[in-house]
Each structure stands twice: as structure tokens, then as C-alpha cells.
């Protein structure tokens, strides 16, 4: 063999073993990327495919060997371009589910790929979320793939003293002003890394803040919301000294890059860890924890579900219902009822008659009295 055909035939049996999900994200990535740059400028992908196919000895890439090279090189552009945005185990259920895909069929036919993913397709939620996120990073059409089956699992709310314990927690300024900006403004995660100086000059002195960026599921609408004294003092401080451009959470050794999330995933683990250690409950202290605090506090401080929804930077009721849960310490002892929405008559009757609206949908008006207990 060849040295030329050696060092194709090592690519090829690389990334037949990393691509099935080994679990290596960083450095062996970063390898086969460059392996596949080198082969290609070498010019081996202009001869025929059949020719360069590694045999699969191993069961651990066996079935992956029908994949073309040029979905493994683009599947792996994509889980590579991800990288600093979502975490290790998500990176690897969507290099599985791509890769499991593309073993049937043709991941650049969005059609093909539509009429093969039904209801009943096993991991049909893992699947769909890495392709969606695999054709907006090739700009592909966006497929129309069937909705998942079954009821979401709602997360449990943090309690609040846990909330308000773990603000205190971290000993860095940098991420008290992070936790504190979740907790207030019910942020994603990662939104606030891509706030620039820029992007809070003339708004901070108003106390409020401005969020808005795209995520791997969609994009979210731009809003406004208000903050606290505190988090304004602890931004100016994070602001100080620095030109528009650079970035309000950026990385200690790497002042041009923002924060990541694999970063704050470990202030955080660090966190519950302290906090269980001097005896805090926390049970449902995750990032998106305090997104459900913030609008289960807002949606009962208002009783309106749009400015909720506006707020956390949904398109959709729907998807804010999922967010407003009740609070640990409100009694559930409550006679429930639900109108149409079109019914005035009967929303007014209700009104008359004493109950509480609860909770407004698209076309239905739910309404609560407080049961009488003796």
C-alpha cells in the first residue's frame, strides 16, 4: 500500500469510528477534520468512492460504512461548527442521529429524508432536532418533519431560597452578575454571551437590558426587560475600561471570545455541589430553572401570558404555557372551569359570578374560585 493510500485509508477508518458517537468531542474532532483537509487537497475525492471505503473490522463502526464521504465530511463540519454552543452529551446524540440518518438516506434530499421520519420513528425527538439544526447550517430548505408523540415532562422549580442561595454562590464577579441576569430576566443560557458593550450604552442607565439571539431550535424575538440597581452596577463594572466591540462576558485568557457554555456548566456544577453540601434543596437548579422561575414569578404577578411570552422571547403561546408552573407554597384547593373565548356572554357571567381568571389561551379563558374548605 501506498503512503498516499495509507494515510486515506487512516482518515476513512477514523472517522468511521468517531462518527457513530465514541463520545470524543475536542481533540479527536479537531484531528479528523484536519486528516479529511489533508486527504482532500491531495485530491483523492475526485476518484471513485468504492476505492477508498475502509473495511469495517470493528462492531463499532459497523452499518456506517455505507455512509458517502461527503455526508461523514459535512455531518462533521456541522457537529464541529457546534461545538462551543451546545454540551458534549447533546453533541453526541446528534452526531448518532445524523449519522444513523444518513445510513438510509440522503441527508441533502430534504424530501426523501421527510418521507422516510414518521410518528413511530424510534429517537424521532433527537433526530429531528440535530437535522433540523444540520440543514439551517447547509442552507437547506427547512424540512417539515412530524411532531413528536406524547406529553413533555415539565422540569422542576428550583425553590427559591435555593435561587437566591445560589446568586451568592459563585465567588467571581463575572458569573454572580451571569446567575443574576438568568435569574432576573429569565434568559437562555447562552444569550448572555453574545451581549457587547455596545449593546447596553444608553439602555443600562434606564436599569434595563436588552436580549435577543438565535438558538438551535429557532430564533427568538428581541425584547427589552427591566433589571435591579444591583445588576446594573455589576454590568458597569463588567463594561469598565473596554471598547463597543468587545464582549460584556468574555474568557479570562482569551479576552476576543465570549464565554461559553461548557464554562458556566461547571460554575454551575460547582454550585449545586456547595449548596447540597450546606444543605439546600437542589432539585431543579439548572440553567433553564431559572427561566421557569422568572415566568411562574411574572405570570403571577400579572396574570398576563402575553407579556410572559414576550418577555422569555417566544412566538407562541403554547410554548409559554409550558413555562408557568404553580409555586411551591400556593394551595391548589381551587374549583376550575373553562370558557370559549368567543363566549362573552358566558366570560362575563363567570366574572359576575365571582371567579378568577387564571389563564388565557388562544380560544379558551380558564377561570379559578377558591374551594371552600372547613
Known amino acids: 500500500m501506498s503512503k498516499h493510500h495509507a494515510n486515506v485509508f487512516k482518515c476513512r477508518h477514523y472517522v468511521d469510528y468517531w462518527l457513530p458517537g465514541s463520545g470524543s468531542i475536542a481533540r479527536p474532532s479537531i484531528s479528523a477534520f484536519r486528516r479529511l483537509e489533508e486527504s482532500r487537497r491531495r485530491g483523492f475525492e475526485s476518484r471513485p468512492e468504492h476505492q477508498y471505503v475502509a473495511e469495517d473490522t470493528s462492531t463499532r463502526s459497523r452499518g456506517f460504512s455505507s455512509i458517502p464521504l461527503r455526508l461523514r465530511e459535512r455531518v462533521l463540519a456541522f457537529v464541529m461548527a457546534q461545538r462551543n454552543r451546545l454540551r458534549p452529551k447533546t453533541l453526541t446524540q446528534y452526531n448518532w442521529a445524523l449519522c444513523r440518518l444518513a445510513g438510509s438516506v440522503d441527508l441533502d434530499d430534504v424530501a426523501a429524508v421527510e418521507r422516510m421520519l414518521t410518528r413511530e420513528t424510534p429517537n424521532l425527538r433527537a433526530i429531528a432536532a440535530a437535522y433540523y439544526g444540520y440543514c439551517r447550517f447547509h442552507d437547506l430548505p427547512r424540512p417539515s418533519l412530524p411532531a413528536r408523540d406524547g406529553r413533555r415532562v415539565l422540569p422542576k422549580i428550583p425553590m427559591e431560597t435555593t435561587l437566591q442561595a445560589s446568586l451568592a454562590a459563585p465567588r467571581r464577579h463575572k458569573w454572580q452578575a451571569y446567575f443574576r441576569l438568568l435569574y432576573e430576566t429569565g434568559a437562555r443560557a447562552s444569550e448572555p454571551f453574545d451581549l457587547k458593550v455596545k449593546d447596553l450604552e444608553g439602555i443600562l442607565e434606564r436599569e434595563k437590558i436588552r436580549l435577543g439571539t438565535s438558538k438551535e431550535g429557532g430564533y427568538t424575538t428581541e425584547r427589552e426587560l427591566p433589571i435591579s440597581p444591583l445588576l446594573a452596577e455589576q454590568l458597569r463594572v463588567l463594561m469598565k475600561g473596554r471598547s ?63 407579556l410572559v411570552s414576550r418577555s422569555l422571547g417566544h412566538k407562541d403561546l403554547e410554548t409559554t404555557m409550558i413555562y408557568v408552573h404553580l409555586r411551591p407554597d400556593q394551595p391548589r384547593r381551587y374549583d376550575v372551569v373553562h370558557v370559549e373565548i368567543q363566549s362573552k356572554a358566558g366570560i362575563g357571567s363567570k366574572i359576575a359570578e365571582g371567579w378568577e381568571i387564571a389563564l388565557q389561551t388562544k380560544d379558551t379563558v380558564f377561570f379559578r374560585r377558591p374551594r371552600w374548605v372547613p
Open 244 to 306: 463597543p466591540e468587545e464582549y460584556v462576558f468574555r474568557q479570562t485568557f482569551k479576552p476576543d471570545a465570549p464565554l461559553n457554555y461548557h464554562e458556566a456548566e461547571r460554575v454551575m456544577i460547582m454550585i449545586r455541589r456547595n449548596l447540597r453540601f450546606v444543605g439546600y434543596n437542589v432539585q431543579g437548579l439548572r440553567f433553564h430553572g431559572y427561566r421557569h422561575a422568572f415566568a411562574t414569578r411574572l405570570y403571577h404577578a400579572t396574570k398576563d401570558l402575553a
